[in-house]
């Protein structure tokens, strides 16, 4: 990776400098414990809902669980919105730090985060995966901000461990994971192209 450690594009100018950095490691890393937490909707859902044994006793291990997806998913998205500038800099509609500010911008949040992905898939290259991306926010909404409301406003209960939330939380893992897989093959292999610094 020694032959992507050199700044390029305006950023080679003018600070701050973006250096490719392998986004593999941290992707597998995300998939991984994405998966975990899917298989763990699978044994909820199998084993009774909200009277899992997962459910009653390991609840904070879910919970620290879902964190650690979180917190690898948002360290990768960064890195790969990094190599984005280097890949295409002065392109991209919003700075490297919205990559990780864009999901607690009220409101912004239930679209920001997939117009960087967006933006970042098209860095690596044609625009193929618009609709898996889309797939993927779509389920996340369902699984996160719309099933908090229809929880609370319609529902009138904070029981997340229905087969509905659960499914769609498995949905949502697997399309969460196809995502990485693409972004990341998306990001090159080989030799970064020469850009005109002139």
Do not use: K
């Not at 044609?126 to 719309?146: K, Y």
């Not at 659960?166 to 969460?176: E, N, T």
Request: proline fraction near 9%.
């Amino acid at each position: 990776m020694e032959q992507y450690d050199v700044p390029v594009g305006p950023s080679a100018v003018r600070g701050p400098r973006y250096r490719f950095r392998d986004p593999a490691a941290p992707a597998l890393v995300a998939q991984c414990l994405i998966a975990t937490s899917a298989l763990a909707d699978v044994f909820v859902i199998a084993t009774g809902g909200a009277g899992s044994p997962l459910v009653t006793e390991a609840n904070a291990l879910l919970g620290v669980l879902q964190i650690a997806c979180w917190i690898t998913f948002l360290l990768w998205f960064h890195r790969c919105r990094c190599n984005a500038e280097v890949l295409a800099p002065g392109t991209h509609r919003y700075a490297p730090g919205f990559a990780l500010g864009a999901w607690i911008i009220p409101l912004a949040m239930w679209w920001l985060p997939r117009r960087i992905t967006l933006d970042i898939r098209r860095a690596g290259g044609p625009p193929r995966d618009a609709a898996l991306i889309n797939a993927w926010w779509f389920a996340w909404l369902c699984d996160g901000p719309v099933s908090v409301a229809v929880h609370l406003l319609v529902l009138h209960q904070t029981d997340y461990h229905t087969p509905v939330d659960h499914g769609l939380g498995i949905l949502s893992s697997i399309l969460a994971i196809a995502v990485i897989r693409r972004v990341t093959a998306g990001q090159p292999a080989g030799p970064l192209p020469y850009f005109n610094m002139t």
